[in-house]
C-alpha cells in the first residue's frame, strides 16, 4: 500500500468526492509505516502497557499493549500474544496497517466507516475498533489546572509549525481580531521544535528548520510586516513538566488544523480546564457524528476563515463562564475512561476477570491484589506511571528489554539474544 499524505485535506474543508473515496484517502497515510521502515525513527517507537498481564492464584489475564510498530513486534515475539492483546496505532486518523491486531485506535466512533473498512478488508471483522488514540491516554491528574494561576495569556497554541496547522490562517484571524475588536491578542505559541531559538529580544530564529516548517513561519512573518514578536509570544519547546502552568494561564487554547489524528493538545487544554477552540470540519470525515468535545469544553469555529476564527476567539475569552472543560473531559476520558473503554469492549475480560463490572476495571478488587502481587503495586498505580518503566518505555532497545521482562515473567520461551 503507499503511504500518501493527503494534502488536499490540509487547508480545504470541502473536498467533493464520495465519502467512501474520501476514507481511502485518509487511509492511504499511516505512520506506521514511518516509525517501523525509517531507522532514524526507532529510537521514537513507543510501548505502552495500559493493562498489564496478571497472574493470581493460578489465573492468568492478558494485559493489553498499544504501540506504533504492533506489526515488527508481533513478527519478532509471536509468542506476546499468549499474554497480552494488541493495540495496532496509525497515529493518524487513518485505520492502521496492522490487520493482525486485536483493536485498532480509530480515534472516533463512526459505524458507517468501522462496517465499510471491514467490507473492504474481511481478515480485519473481527479487530475491535476503539473511538480512542495514543492522545487519550493522558494523565489527567499531572495535567491538570494550577491554582491560583492568573489568566495573563488569551490565546495559547502547542503546535508544530507544519503545514497541517494552518499557523497562517491563525496569524491572520490574530490581525483580524485587532481590526474588528480594537485589542492586540496576548498569544503564546509553543512549536515544538528544539532546532528553533529564541533570541534576547523575543523574537524567534527559525532559520535551522527543515524547509516545511520555516516556510510557514516566513508565511506569518509576511502577515505581520516583520513584526511577528508584536503579535505572538513564540516559544521553540516548552517541557511538559511546565506545560499544565502554561496552559492554566490560558483564556483559550487553538488548534487550526483540519485533518490529523486525535491531537493531545485538545485533551491538555480540556484537562487543564481551558475551553478548546477547533474548526468544525476538524476531521470531520473520519469522525462523523463523533464530537472533537463533549458539552461545554469549547466552541466550533463554524467557518475556516480568518475572521470566524476571530470572533470564535473573542466569544469564548469575553465568556469564560460558559465553559467547564475539565468537567466535561473526565466524564469521558482520562486514564481510567481510557482503560475502561478498552476492557469492556473485549468479551474476554468480561468472562475472565473475577466479579468483573462494566465500567469498574480500576475498581475490580481481584485486579488490584493481582496487579500487588505481579508488580508491587496497587493497578491504580501501576496505571499512573508509578511502574513507569513497565508500563511505558520509549525507543527499540528499550521495548526489545521490556518484552524479555514480560516473557521472563511469564514463562515464555526467550530465544532472542
Known amino acids: 500500500m503507499v503511504n500518501e499524505w493527503p494534502e488536499a485535506y490540509m487547508h480545504n474543508p470541502c473536498i467533493d468526492k464520495p465519502i467512501e473515496q474520501i476514507w481511502d484517502d485518509i487511509d492511504n497515510y499511516s505512520f506506521e509505516d514511518r516509525y517501523e521502515e525509517t531507522e532514524r525513527l526507532h529510537a521514537s517507537l513507543n510501548m505502552v502497557v495500559p493493562f498489564p498481564p496478571l497472574k493470581y492464584k493460578g489465573k492468568l489475564v492478558k494485559g493489553v499493549f498499544y504501540s506504533q510498530a504492533t506489526r ?13 492483546f494488541v493495540i495496532a496505532n ?14 485498532f485506535f480509530t480515534c472516533y466512533k463512526n459505524e458507517a466507516r468501522e462496517k465499510y473498512f471491514k467490507n473492504k478488508y474481511p481478515e480485519t ?58 485589542r492586540r491578542l496576548k498569544v503564546v505559541y509553543a512549536i515544538g521544535q528544539k532546532t528553533a531559538v529564541r533570541r534576547e529580544d523575543g523574537s524567534l530564529d527559525y532559520s535551522k528548520l527543515q524547509e516545511y516548517g520555516s516556510k510557514q513561519l516566513r508565511y506569518v512573518d509576511e502577515v505581520f510586516d516583520g513584526k511577528t514578536k508584536e503579535y505572538i509570544d513564540f516559544y521553540p519547546y ?47 470525515y473520519t469522525r462523523g457524528d463523533f464530537p472533537v468535545f463533549f ?60 466479579n468483573y463490572e462494566k465500567g469498574k476495571t480500576h475498581d475490580n478488587f481481584w485486579v488490584d491484589l493481582a496487579c500487588y502481587d505481579n508488580y508491587q503495586v496497587c493497578y491504580h498505580d501501576f496505571l499512573y506511571d508509578k511502574k513507569a518503566n513497565l508500563s511505558h518505555v520509549v525507543g527499540l532497545p528499550n521495548i526489545e528489554r521490556l518484552i524479555k521482562y514480560y516473557y521472563q515473567k511469564f514463562g515464555l520461551p526467550w530465544k532472542y539474544d
Request: charged share 25%.
Open 125 to 182: 471483522k473481527d479487530i475491535i475498533c476503539l473511538p480512542l488514540q495514543d492522545a487519550d491516554f493522558l494523565n489527567e491528574y499531572y495535567i491538570a489546572p494550577v491554582p491560583y494561576t492568573p489568566k495573563t495569556i488569551d490565546v495559547f497554541c502547542v503546535s508544530t509549525p507544519f503545514p497541517v496547522k494552518n499557523l497562517p490562517l491563525i496569524a491572520v484571524a490574530l490581525k483580524e481580531y485587532e481590526r474588528k475588536y480594537g
Open 238 to 284: 516548552i517541557d511538559y513538566k511546565d506545560l499544565s502552568k502554561y496552559y492554566s494561564s490560558a483564556k483559550c487554547c487553538v488548534l487550526g488544523s483540519l485533518i490529523e489524528g486525535k491531537n493531545r493538545f485538545i485533551s491538555e487544554s480540556q484537562s487543564c480546564d481551558v475551553p478548546i477552540i477547533v474548526f468544525k470540519d476538524f476531521n470531520k
Open 72 to 84: 515488527t513486534i508481533m513478527k519478532k515475539y509471536p509468542e506476546l500474544s499468549e499474554i497480552f
Open 90 to 103: 496509525s497515529m493518524f486518523s487513518s485505520y492502521p496497517r496492522n490487520h493482525k491486531a486485536d483493536y
Open 295 to 354: 458539552g461545554n469544553a469549547g466552541e466550533y469555529v463554524p467557518e475556516f476563515t480568518p475572521e470566524s476564527l476571530a470572533d470564535t476567539i473573542h466569544k469564548v475569552i469575553t465568556n469564560p463562564q460558559n465553559y467547564d472543560p475539565r468537567k466535561n473531559y473526565l466524564e469521558h476520558y482520562g486514564r481510567k475512561n481510557f482503560v475502561n473503554t478498552i476492557i469492556d469492549s473485549n468479551p474476554y475480560y468480561a468472562e475472565n476477570i473475577p
